[in-house]
C-alpha cells in the first residue's frame, strides 16, 4: 500500500465529513463555474480526489446522470458510493485510482468536465505533475473543460499534515500547455469547518 493511500485511508476511516478541513456542505463556488459552462445533464463529469464530496449530491440534485467520482482511498470511495446509494438511489461509478501513476482512469475518454478541488496541491514531484496533466491531456474530450481549484500562492502550506505545492493560473496554463485556453480564473477565500481562512484560486480551462 502506498503511503498516499495509507494516509487518506486513515483519514476517511478516522473522521466524518464534518471534521474533515476541506468539507463543504454546499460546494456553490463550484456548482457557479459548472452553470456557466451550460453542458448537457447527459455530459460524463470526472471528479477526482472526490473523497465523500457533497459535489455528487448537489450534480445530481441539477440533473447530472454521468457522474464518475474516483479517489486513492477505497475507504473514501465506499463511504460516497453507499451514501449516493441510499440518498439518491443512483449507482455512482466509484474508481480508486492514483492520479499521478494511474491504472483505470487512463481508460477513460472523452470526459466532459474534469472537476478537482483540493487534490492536485498535494502531489509535490515534478513528475506526478506532470503524470497528473498528462492524464488531463489524454482523456478530456475535445471542447472538454476542466475545473481545478487548489491553494493559491499565498494559500495555507500544509493540508491534512501533508505540505502543499501552490499555484497560480499562469502556472495551470504553462501545465496544460497550449490545447486547453483559461476561460475564467478568480481567488476565493474558503472558510473551513473550524473558521480557518484558506485562500484559493478556481481556474476553468476548456480544451481546443
Not at 133 to 140: M, N, R, S, T
Not at 160 to 172: A, C, M, R, W
Not at 179 to 198: A, C, I, M, Q, W
Amino acid at each position: 500500500m502506498s503511503s498516499a493511500k495509507s494516509h487518506w485511508d486513515t483519514v476517511y476511516e478516522s473522521k466524518e465529513n464534518e471534521e474533515l478541513g476541506w468539507f463543504e456542505e454546499h460546494p456553490k463556488t463550484t456548482l457557479d463555474l459548472i452553470a456557466k459552462i451550460a453542458i448537457p445533464k447527459n455530459a460524463k463529469v470526472l471528479n477526482v480526489g472526490a473523497g465523500t464530496t457533497t459535489l455528487v449530491d448537489a450534480l445530481l440534485e441539477k440533473g447530472y446522470t454521468n457522474i464518475i467520482a474516483s479517489d486513492i482511498s477505497d475507504v473514501a470511495m465506499q463511504k460516497l458510493k453507499q451514501r449516493i446509494a441510499e440518498t439518491y438511489n443512483y449507482e455512482l461509478e466509484c474508481i480508486v485510482d492514483d492520479l499521478t501513476n494511474s491504472s483505470k482512469l487512463n481508460t477513460l475518454s472523452n470526459v466532459d468536465l474534469w472537476i478537482d478541488r483540493a487534490v492536485l496541491h498535494f502531489f509535490l514531484d515534478p513528475e506526478e505533475q506532470k503524470a497528473y496533466f498528462d492524464l488531463i491531456k489524454k482523456i478530456i474530450s475535445p471542447k472538454g473543460y476542466v475545473l481545478i481549484a487548489v491553494f493559491s500562492l499565498d494559500g495555507a502550506d500544509k493540508c491534512s499534515g501533508l505540505p502543499l505545492f501552490k499555484y497560480n493560473s499562469e502556472i495551470l496554463a504553462n501545465h496544460l500547455g497550449s490545447d486547453f485556453t483559461l476561460v475564467e480564473s478568480f481567488d476565493h477565500v474558503y472558510t473551513n469547518p473550524f473558521g480557518g481562512k484558506r485562500p484559493y484560486i478556481f481556474t476553468l480551462f476548456q480544451k481546443h
